[in-house]
């Protein structure tokens, strides 16, 4: 078996072989060099160490992509702690939940979670510490308390001259398998999955993107951070990646709008960008679409006008995402096929990826010159992926991975762990597709569910739906996606309603009402734009499962 490398070292040798070069910028904000993030992980090192945290501790992250949230992670596993990232969006519930489920001592969250969060509701919490600046908002320990207090004094009596590359120096995880972080796939009780990311998972995928991507990033290029870092799919290669190769990373720190990012691609110039598919489409879509005329379109196909049209276009597609790229990598759903077919026309370097948070994340890719269109790439390194189907060439089977990216299991939860993981070490993605002979996989449907979000965040119809099922005259409902919005489709209580003498204007004010008492429960992504009523009760499978794939 291949030897694998300490994470951990590869954070601490990036920082010494990079250490006047910049680091972090908050996008139109200030920038630290990565001799600036060494000397801030060494107080936050400090702070955990004198205020009494424990190799193995759990320490939770939660608000926007900035510079300091990328510190506060790096310190935690530096330190030996576990790292708890939640998506800022999740309601202040939800955020309540995880901390406690996880059994978390310390949370650093940012400026807008700070105002949402009740930490009376997180009883085992020992402190909670300002992301933008790591100041205390609540401190229930006295250790935790005057080490904030003493901090500069303590970092002072450490390093009483200056602070060097060789006072750098990380613990070291005492083996592969020994637990990185918890990444929870939902934040809602009952549904709760932290899934469990080992060192071996998280090297794995460091060394993937090292050997798809070093010949094109290189130490001081800038690269973007669009998606949330909390998500391990922008975590790893839209952070972690770029870190350890010596990059300019830029945190927009605002919601990431076609607008802003397209401004941001301008201002950046980005050498590679990782997405999800809206954001690419939405830029396509209102930048370059409304340039091709159907004149030009015919144009394009002509022998010789063709050529220098295509070429043209592809500058001006180049331009929208600053003129700088290598690859665009879009992960996380289907590339709509009119702009995937009209992207390949023009020869623009974009692939699509494959992978699930189980999986930290990686599970399949190719790099655009040999991405066939469709497809979501082959295995990669450390992998292996299988279709479960006596024909996975043709006859669609769930996809199975197995290897060094596979997570440990679910914190907490054994049945969930064995639902996923068989006897033969293979995750079971619950994603159904098939595999060309070249070993390109297709998926061809979720079996999951899973809607994505604008920003990438993972939708899980059935959350939804639990709290929808429990309002007035909701008998069952479905959510599905349309058009990037979630439409809730009911089946109402038929029974109630006769009873009361309900017209179907008095049934649709009874939902407009329970829509609202919905919404105010769920984040913003998971917010329903409308509902719909289903007078018809929905069609079932034997095990009386509504056949979802009828009503999107």
């Not at 008095?506 to 609202?516: A, E, F, G, S, T």
Request: glycine share 6%; charged share 25%; proline share 5%.
């Amino acid at each position: 078996m291949e030897e694998i490398k300490s994470f951990n070292q590869c954070i601490e040798d990036s920082i010494k072989k990079n250490w006047e070069l910049d680091a972090l910028t908050d996008y139109k904000g200030a920038t630290l060099q990565y001799h600036d993030v060494a000397r801030k992980i060494e107080k936050l090192h400090i702070l955990f160490e004198n205020s009494g945290v424990q190799r193995g501790d759990k320490i939770a992250l939660c608000g926007r992509n900035m510079s300091h949230w990328a510190v506060a992670f790096l310190a935690t596993l530096t330190y030996g702690a576990v790292a708890v990232p939640i998506l800022h969006e999740f309601t202040a519930d939800q955020i309540h939940h995880i901390v406690n489920h996880s059994e978390a001592r310390l949370l650093f969250v940012g400026d807008v979670v700070a105002g949402e969060i009740t930490p009376d509701k997180m009883p085992a919490l020992e402190g909670i510490i300002n992301i933008p600046d790591f100041s205390l908002m609540v401190s229930r320990s006295e250790k935790l308390y005057y080490a904030r207090e003493n901090l500069n004094r303590l970092y002072g009596e450490k390093f009483p001259k200056y602070f060097r590359k060789d006072d750098v120096n990380y613990y070291k995880e005492q083996s592969p398998e020994e637990l990185a972080l918890i990444n929870y796939t939902s934040g809602t009780t009952g549904f709760s999955k932290g899934v469990m990311i080992p060192y071996r998972a998280m090297w794995s995928n460091l060394d993937f993107a090292c050997e798809v991507l070093d010949a094109h990033l290189h130490p001081g290029d800038n690269t973007i951070s669009i998606l949330p870092m909390a998500h391990m799919y922008g975590m790893a290669f839209e952070f972690v990646k770029e870190f350890m190769s010596g990059c300019h990373i830029f945190y927009l720190t605002r919601i990431p709008s076609p607008a802003v990012v397209a401004q941001a691609f301008k201002d950046i110039k980005p050498v590679i960008i990782i997405a999800v598919p809206l954001i690419i489409e939405k830029i396509i879509r209102k930048k370059v679409f409304p340039k091709v005329s159907p004149v030009i379109r015919a144009l394009m196909s002509t022998p010789i006008l063709g050529g220098k049209i295509k070429e043209k276009i592809k500058n001006q597609v180049y331009d929208a995402f600053g003129g700088n790229l290598y690859e665009i990598i879009v992960g996380g759903a289907a590339l709509n096929q009119e702009v995937e077919h009209f992207m390949k026309w023009i020869k623009f370097p974009i692939t699509v990826g494959y992978g699930a948070t189980e999986c930290a994340p990686i599970i399949s890719y190719a790099d655009w010159t040999t991405h066939k269109a469709g497809s979501c790439g082959r295995q990669v390194v450390h992998m292996e992926v299988k279709i479960d189907s006596k024909h996975p060439h043709r006859k669609p089977g769930e996809i199975l991975a197995r290897g060094m990216n596979v997570m440990l299991g679910y914190y907490k939860n054994e049945e969930a762990t064995a639902a996923a993981l068989d006897k033969d070490g293979w995750y079971h993605t619950g994603d159904l597709g098939i595999m060309d002979r070249k070993g390109n996989i297709f998926i061809k449907g979720r079996s999951k569910n899973m809607l994505l979000g604008p920003s990438g965040q993972n939708i899980f119809p059935e959350e939804i739906e639990d709290a929808l099922n429990s309002l007035p005259l909701v008998n069952e409902s479905i959510v599905v996606q349309r058009d990037q919005k979630l439409v809730a489709l009911v089946h109402p209580d038929i029974e109630t309603c006769a009873a009361r003498n309900m017209s179907s204007e008095d049934v649709m004010n009874v939902m407009n009402q329970n829509l609202q008492t919905l919404n105010e429960s769920q984040p913003a992504y998971c917010k329903v734009a409308s509902i719909e009523i289903h007078d018809e009760e929905f069609e079932k499978t034997p095990k009386r499962s509504i056949k979802r794939y009828l009503y999107q």
